[in-house]
């Protein structure tokens, strides 16, 4: 009789949770409207720029959904707020709480971006721990800020309409705190762009020392996360969209580390310049992006020194932020991109 009642319990909990999942005030985030298709029971969540499907057992979401484009993504940003808190809007047994990443080790790890939002009330929202995952800490800073966010970001600029994003993770390498948030072993970005018809999807491990590999097809996502995402693209295609390796080949040709800091030089500074050869020279540096826009002869000179007294040959990447009537780049600036073994 007991697990008769624990069982009808069960079903009744599941019922309720997927009878909210229906996104009622926020289908205009989804491609046609149509939600995506899972056996994972959840709760819907609906903010202003993005969407949320939240795993009430995981404690983190299923997936989160944007519609991005051009103008958005140009516009002047908010400052980052950084200020994370609880979802009321869960039952307390459901929400991950700030303690629970306490000490833990592993990064309140965005799945829909802060650097997404183009206003003070989406940024703000955006620090929801229902939009957290815990997340390996070099991963999070490096390797998925630089080589996954940044490069969709990128796609969107130069995307002649709206884009749909999907972010979320997979698997249970454990959980952190005492409200048990399950920690994925795996996260994905799913890009679909409706102009084109074209769909891919990023696959990266959640661990520090994730490598980054070429771009999955929409299929192959599919099978990975049991989720049909409703998109009208070729399911029996195996081979992901060249649109979808251009970001790589940007960043680089080689398989990429996590882990990465930028130093940044306003002017020739030998001592700088000198700090970095040493750790090239003691092993701690895997590769070297000098990032410039204007000053072209000033990232000639740093990338020739490191070349000159190191066995280790930067690459050189032109990038031209573009013009906001509110926002002021350091034109000028060279930035180099150094990523840690």
């Not at 802060?114 to 070099?138: I, V, Y």
């Not at 994925?184 to 890009?191: D, E, G, N, Q």
């Not at 960043?251 to 800091?261: A, F, N, T, V």
Request: proline fraction near 6%; glycine fraction near 4%.
């Amino acid at each position: 009789m007991k697990f008769l009642r624990n069982l009808l319990a069960l079903v009744a909990v599941s019922a309720a949770c997927n009878a909210l999942a229906a996104f009622e005030e926020c289908k205009d985030l989804f491609p046609t409207q149509q939600i995506p298709v899972t056996s994972q029971v959840g709760r819907d969540l609906c903010f202003d720029s993005f969407a949320i499907y939240y795993s009430p057992r995981d404690k983190k979401p299923i997936y989160t959904v944007e519609k991005l484009n051009k103008e958005g993504l140009s516009a002047p940003h908010p400052r980052r707020t950084n200020q994370f808190y609880e979802e009321a809007r869960l039952p307390f047994s459901e929400r991950a709480l700030l303690s629970d990443y306490r000490g833990s080790g592993y990064d309140r790890g965005h799945n829909a971006p802060a650097g997404d939002m183009n206003n003070e009330r989406s940024m703000a929202q955006s620090f929801s721990l229902a939009n957290m995952m815990p997340q390996a800490r070099q991963n999070n800073q490096g390797i998925w800020a630089k080589n996954v966010e940044e490069p969709t970001r990128a796609y969107v600029k130069r995307a002649a309409g709206d884009v749909y994003v999907f972010t979320g993770s997979v698997g249970n390498s454990g959980s952190i705190g005492r409200g048990q948030v399950t920690i994925p072993s795996y996260l994905y970005k799913l890009v679909y762009d409706p102009n084109k018809n074209e769909a891919w999807a990023y696959w990266v491990e959640n661990t520090n020392e994730a490598r980054m590999s070429p771009p999955i097809s929409y299929s192959e996502l599919v099978q990975k996360t049991g989720i049909d995402f409703h998109l009208p693209v070729d399911r029996n295609s195996n081979k992901p969209s060249l649109i979808a390796s251009e970001p790589i080949k940007i960043k680089s040709q080689k398989q990429l580390l996590g882990g990465w800091y930028p130093v940044f030089f306003d002017e020739y500074v030998p001592s700088k310049l000198n700090d970095v050869i040493n750790n090239i020279k003691s092993g701690k540096v895997a590769s070297i992006q000098v990032q410039y826009d204007r000053n072209e002869a000033l990232a000639k000179q740093i990338a020739a020194q490191v070349e000159s007294q190191t066995k280790l040959q930067p690459s050189l990447t032109q990038s031209s932020p573009p013009e906001s009537s509110t926002a002021t780049y350091e034109r000028n600036r060279v930035t180099l991109i150094v990523r840690s073994k």
